[in-house]
């Protein structure tokens, strides 16, 4: 996309609607959507890291002691990366580091589901075995809401130029 650019009395270059495309706007979407969402997770397990090795370790998936680390530096991770959205640092990187983690936890439940254990995803805090009933449905909604943030970080891969962001800032305008 080209932006229009007019020339000033003082014979310097601006570009006349600075972050007006609708492309940017999304972003901005995009960016607070799946930041905040990473840091509201993030903050539901950062106190209880226990329980979030105890959710992780459901999912049956990794050995017990990569499970536990996991559950342990996946808060971390998670506000790492959901506060560098919410600012606006880094979009590109931490939009698809954030599209990655999304989709790492697609393919979790896809797993627990496939292989019919009944667990609470833990994506919030909490964690462990729960009803199968309640399982088989929570799963469909768990699995299009993580797809839909993978998409948030996908665009902020693709288009990270966005409004009110640290990277403009720094950058001293757009970065296409």
Not at 84 to 105: D, H, P
Request: some cysteine.
């Amino acid at each position: 996309m080209s932006t229009i650019s007019t020339t000033t009395d003082a014979g310097t270059s601006e570009d006349p609607e600075p972050h007006r495309s609708w492309q940017s706007w999304a972003s901005l979407v995009a960016r607070l959507v799946l930041g905040g969402v990473l840091v509201w997770s993030g903050l539901s397990k950062i106190t209880a890291l226990e329980t979030s090795a105890e959710a992780v370790r459901a999912y049956q998936i990794l050995p017990y002691d990569v499970a536990n680390v996991v559950g342990y530096v996946l808060p971390v991770l998670e506000l790492a990366l959901g506060l560098l959205l919410l600012l606006g640092l880094f979009t590109r990187l931490s939009g698809l580091a954030g599209a990655v983690l999304m989709l790492v936890f697609v393919g979790g439940i896809a797993s627990v589901w496939a292989r019919g254990i009944s667990i609470d995803c833990g994506c919030f805090g909490g964690g462990g075995t729960i009803d199968p009933g309640a399982a088989t449905a929570k799963y469909p909604w768990e699995i299009a809401r993580d797809l839909a943030l993978a998409a948030c970080g996908v665009w902020l891969g693709l288009r990270p130029d966005s409004p009110v962001s640290m990277d403009r800032w720094l950058h001293g305008g757009p970065r296409r």
